[in-house]
Each structure stands twice: as C-alpha cells, then as structure tokens.
C-alpha cells in the first residue's frame, strides 16, 4: 500500500484558483497511474483526473477539462492538482488516489486513498 496526505485545500472565492498536493510514501507509486477524485456533500465520489506513470497522458471530467491541471513529479513522490476558474460547484472533499496499474481512470482500480481535503467554492 502506498501511503498519501493531501493539502492545499481551502475557502476561495469564485474565479479564483488552488493548488492541491499529494504526497506519498510507503511502496513506490512511480510506476503507478495517480488520480484525483471528489465528494460532493450528498453526492457519489466522482473522477476528476487522472494521469499515467510515465506523467502522459492524462484525463479529465468533462466537468474540469481546461480549468484543471494534473502533473505528478515521481522522483519527489508528488502529484499536484491546479485549479483555476473555480466555480461552487467545485466545492468537495478532494482525494488522492493511485491505482494498482500504470495507466486508468476506473475509481475500482485505485487501491490508495488519501484522507481528502476540503475545497470551497464560495463569495
């Protein structure tokens, strides 16, 4: 298993950006896909982005795609999730996950879960 701490969430006001970390430790997570998913309060955890081992390709939501960026740094165990052009429809306990493969965006196939961290979107 490997070990992930997210931080970097917050109270930001529409338009306005975060960036969110994740540090990992424990089992090596270079050779693994790493995503970030969210909860919504009353809603399913849903996929936001993903990006692969060897840091390309990456996905995104609909949802996300142009306003958020996915990068990963594997010889500092990193992955960062930049948020611009936030909207309050953003706000959610974001996750850090990392899949058992190199490469997917299935939430099944992350086996690491971070606490989450608290991201809100408001005036």
């Known amino acids: 298993q490997v070990q992930l701490v997210e931080s970097g969430g917050g109270l930001v006001q529409p338009g306005g950006s975060l960036r969110l970390s994740c540090a990992a430790s424990?089992?090596?997570?270079?050779?693994?896909?790493m995503g970030w998913f969210r909860q919504a309060p009353g809603k399913e955890r849903e996929f936001v982005a993903a990006?692969?081992?060897?840091?390309?390709?990456?996905y995104y939501s609909d949802s996300v795609k142009g306003r958020f960026t996915i990068s990963r740094d594997n010889a500092k165990n990193t992955l960062w999730l930049q948020m611009n052009s936030l909207k309050p429809e953003d706000t959610a306990v974001y996750y850090c996950?990392?899949?058992?493969?190199?490469?997917?965006?299935?939430?099944?196939?992350?086996?690491?879960w971070g606490q989450g961290t608290q991201v809100t979107v408001s005036s």
């Open positions: 990006i692969t081992w060897i840091a390309s390709p990456t």
């Open positions: 996950a990392a899949s058992r493969f190199p490469s997917g965006i299935n939430q099944p196939d992350f086996e690491s």
């Open positions: 424990g089992r090596p997570s270079s050779r693994r896909a």
